[in-house]
C-alpha cells in the first residue's frame, strides 16, 4: 500500500533533499530515488525507518495521493529570498494544510469565496472596487483576517522556521487559500493578508512566472496600500507634510507600520521626497524599520476559533491529525498563533 507520492510530500515538508533523509534514515539516496520514483516498494522495516526519519506515523505514507501545490500556482511575497528547497518544503506543508482543511469542511459548512477578479485595472481601483462590493467604505479594516475568512478565503499559518518568506496565496478548485508568518507583527501580517488580496484580485488567472514576479509584487504592494489606507479617507485626514509624531497616530488609526504609512503620504504626495526620507530616517533611528514599538496585537482567526473550540461538532488538532494520519503538533503548526496554543 506504499504511496510513493507521499514520501517525496514528507521529506519536502521538511525541506529535506534525498542526501539528507539518506542520512537521517540510513536508506541510500539511491534506493530512496527508486522508491520516489516508484520503481520498487520498500519493505516493512525500511518503511518504518522512514515514517521515524520524516516524523510521520506509519500510515501517512500509505494514503491517497495528493496533488502537490504547484510552484506556477502559488503567488509568493519576497520568494527572490527563499531557496528553492525553503519553497518547496511550504508548498508541500500547504499541500497538507489542505487536507486539513477539507477536514473541517466534512464538519462545517465555511462560507463560499467571494473574491472578484478585477486583472484589467490598476491596484488602486481594484482596491476601491474591492471595498465597495464589500461595503466597507472608508473606514480602517477592523480584522484582515476575519474579513478574508468571511469572503470565503482559508488562511493558515506559514512555519516560522523560514522567516524569510512572508505570505503566499493560491486557488485550489475555486477556493482561495492564504498562509500568512504568523511571527511577524500585526502591521506586517495585516499588510501582508492585503497583499496576498491583492493577488487573488489581480492575479488569479495568471501564472506566477518568476520573470513577471517583480510587476506583480509590485501590483499587490499597491493594491495593499490603497486597499488599508483609501486615497480619499487620507487626504480628508490632512496629512500634509505630516510630523513623525502625526504619522504615528494616523499608522495606529489605520492599523499598519509606521513605514507603511509613510510610504502611502509619499505616494499620495503628501509628503515631499526631502521629508519623506527625513520621516524615514527618524523612525529607522526609533526602531521602526524591523519593529513596531508600541504597535497592534496580531489578529487571529475567528473561523478556526469555532471550529476548533466551538460548542458542538468541533474538530481538535489531535482529532484532525488522526483524520490525516500526522501528528498533532504538525497540524497545530497550520494554526499556530492563529488560534490558542492548547487547540
Given at each position: 500500500m506504499f504511496n510513493p507520492t507521499r514520501l517525496r510530500l514528507a521529506r519536502l515538508r521538511l525541506g529535506y533533499t534525498l542526501t539528507k533523509l539518506a542520512d537521517v534514515s540510513g536508506v541510500s539516496a539511491r534506493t530512496l530515488t527508486d522508491y520516489e520514483n516508484g520503481h520498487r516498494p520498500p519493505t516493512v522495516d525500511t518503511l518504518i525507518k522512514l515514517a521515524d526519519a520524516l516524523a510521520v506515523p506509519l500510515a501517512f505514507l500509505e494514503r491517497d495521493s495528493i496533488e502537490p501545490v504547484a510552484v506556477g500556482a502559488a503567488s509568493f511575497r519576497k520568494l527572490s529570498k527563499a531557496s528553492a528547497t525553503r519553497r518547496d518544503a511550504v508548498l508541500a506543508t500547504a499541500s497538507?494544510?489542505?487536507?486539513?482543511?477539507?477536514?473541517?469542511?466534512?464538519?462545517?459548512?465555511?462560507?463560499?469565496?467571494?473574491?472578484?477578479?478585477?486583472?484589467?485595472?490598476?491596484?488602486?481601483?481594484?482596491?476601491?472596487?474591492?471595498?465597495?462590493?464589500?461595503?466597507?467604505?472608508?473606514?480602517?479594516?477592523?480584522?484582515?483576517?476575519?474579513?478574508?475568512?468571511?469572503?470565503?478565503?482559508?488562511?493558515?499559518?506559514?512555519?516560522?522556521?523560514?522567516?524569510?518568506?512572508?505570505?503566499?496565496?493560491?486557488?485550489?478548485?475555486?477556493?482561495?487559500?492564504?498562509?500568512?508568518?504568523?511571527?511577524?507583527?500585526?502591521?506586517?501580517?495585516?499588510?501582508?493578508?492585503?497583499?496576498?488580496?491583492?493577488?487573488?484580485?489581480?492575479?488569479?488567472?495568471?501564472?506566477?512566472?518568476?520573470?513577471?514576479?517583480?510587476?506583480?509584487?509590485?501590483?499587490?504592494?499597491?493594491?495593499?496600500?490603497?486597499?488599508?489606507?483609501?486615497?480619499?479617507?487620507?487626504?480628508?485626514?490632512?496629512?500634509?507634510?505630516?510630523?513623525?509624531?502625526r504619522i504615528l497616530v494616523a499608522r495606529s488609526f489605520w492599523k499598519v507600520s509606521a513605514m507603511a504609512m509613510t510610504h502611502r503620504l509619499h505616494e499620495l504626495d503628501l509628503l515631499t521626497d526631502w521629508q519623506y526620507r527625513s520621516a524615514c530616517i527618524t523612525l529607522s533611528d526609533r526602531g521602526f524599520r524591523r519593529a513596531e514599538p508600541g504597535g497592534i496585537v496580531a489578529e487571529t482567526s475567528q473561523l478556526l476559533r469555532k471550529v476548533m473550540f466551538g460548542a458542538g461538532a468541533r474538530i481538535t488538532a489531535k482529532e484532525a491529525a488522526a483524520a490525516l494520519d500526522l501528528r498533532p503538533a504538525e497540524v497545530r503548526a497550520y494554526v499556530r498563533h492563529l488560534v490558542p496554543v492548547s487547540a
Open positions: 497538507l494544510a489542505l487536507e486539513f482543511f477539507a477536514a473541517i469542511e466534512e464538519r462545517f459548512r465555511l462560507p463560499n469565496a467571494d473574491i472578484p477578479t478585477f486583472d484589467k485595472l490598476a491596484p488602486d481601483q481594484a482596491a476601491d472596487l474591492v471595498r465597495r462590493r464589500w461595503s466597507l467604505g472608508d473606514r480602517p479594516i477592523s480584522n484582515m483576517v476575519h474579513l478574508l475568512e468571511a469572503k470565503g478565503v482559508r488562511v493558515a499559518s506559514l512555519n516560522h522556521a523560514y522567516s524569510d518568506i512572508d505570505a503566499f496565496c493560491f486557488y485550489r478548485d475555486g477556493i482561495p487559500y492564504v498562509f500568512l508568518n504568523t511571527s511577524k507583527t500585526g502591521e506586517r501580517q495585516r499588510f501582508d493578508a492585503a497583499h496576498e488580496l491583492g493577488h487573488l484580485v489581480l492575479h488569479s488567472e495568471l501564472e506566477m512566472d518568476p520573470s513577471t514576479s517583480k510587476e506583480r509584487e509590485a501590483e499587490a504592494n499597491a493594491f495593499a496600500s490603497s486597499f488599508l489606507m483609501p486615497r480619499t479617507a487620507v487626504e480628508s485626514q490632512q496629512m500634509g507634510a505630516a510630523s513623525v509624531e
